[in-house]
């Protein structure tokens, strides 16, 4: 598969001194000379970005830090496990042939999605485990949903390990048919002390 280069528009260098400025300038340059895509290069970029020393009490680097890590990591969450599909590519999926009965799964919360553009929603391929609805699914996005979580926190609770399910990712131990396991660990998401 053939990459393309990420696009890096240049913008004013407000407040960086001519060092940083020609720092940022080589950085842009590197990029778009690189043979990866957008997400890739934001990737590496954190990567380095943690292996910069941090002098101790310099709050300024530390929030640096801490906007370097969220960089792009709403299109990887929305990426991760095979993507979003549109809901006539997850019919498919399923082996259904009405996009509409995927409208009717949302509504019901038996799946989530995302909106890509005004009307058009993508879902999560990984909510499709061996060709079917993953087991307990729906009830966990009926709880999530219930906590009035954004779909990018969805897709984060799903993708992210959980102490309560010893360091596994909810999405994984659903796979495993724990379905119990992860309505209970839904169930305290989000609680304070959890």
């Given at each position: 598969m053939q990459t393309t280069s990420p696009?890096?528009?240049?913008?004013?260098?407000?407040?960086f001194t001519p060092e940083a400025a020609r720092l940022a300038n080589a950085l842009s340059a590197v990029?778009?000379?690189?043979?990866?895509?957008?997400?890739e290069a934001l990737r590496a970029m954190r990567e380095v970005g943690?292996?910069?020393?941090?002098?101790p009490g310099n709050t300024d680097a530390a929030f640096e830090r801490v906007r370097l890590r969220s960089v792009g990591v709403d299109n990887e969450l929305r990426e991760a496990e095979g993507g979003g599909l549109s809901d006539a590519q997850f019919a498919h999926s399923l082996g259904i042939k009405s996009r509409e009965t995927i409208r009717k799964y949302r509504?019901?919360?038996?799946?989530?999605?995302?909106?890509?553009?005004?009307?058009?929603?993508?879902?999560?391929?990984?909510?499709?485990?061996?060709?079917?609805?993953?087991?307990?699914?729906?009830?966990?996005i009926a709880i999530l949903a219930g906590k009035k979580l954004q779909p990018l926190s969805i897709i984060s609770y799903f993708l992210?390990?959980?102490?309560?399910?010893?360091?596994?990712?909810?999405?994984?131990?659903?796979?495993k048919g724990r379905v119990?396991?992860?309505?209970?660990?839904?169930?305290?998401?989000?609680d304070i002390g959890t």
């Open positions: 696009r890096v528009t240049r913008k004013r260098l407000k407040g990029i778009a000379a690189s043979p990866v895509d957008a997400i943690e292996e910069i020393e941090i002098p509504e019901s919360r038996r799946i989530f999605g995302f909106r890509k553009g005004v009307r058009a929603y993508r879902y999560p391929a990984w909510q499709i485990h061996e060709g079917e609805l993953l087991s307990g699914l729906g009830e966990v992210t390990p959980s102490t309560d399910l010893d360091e596994a990712r909810p999405l994984d131990v659903l796979r119990e396991d992860v309505v209970a660990d839904a169930k305290r998401y989000g």
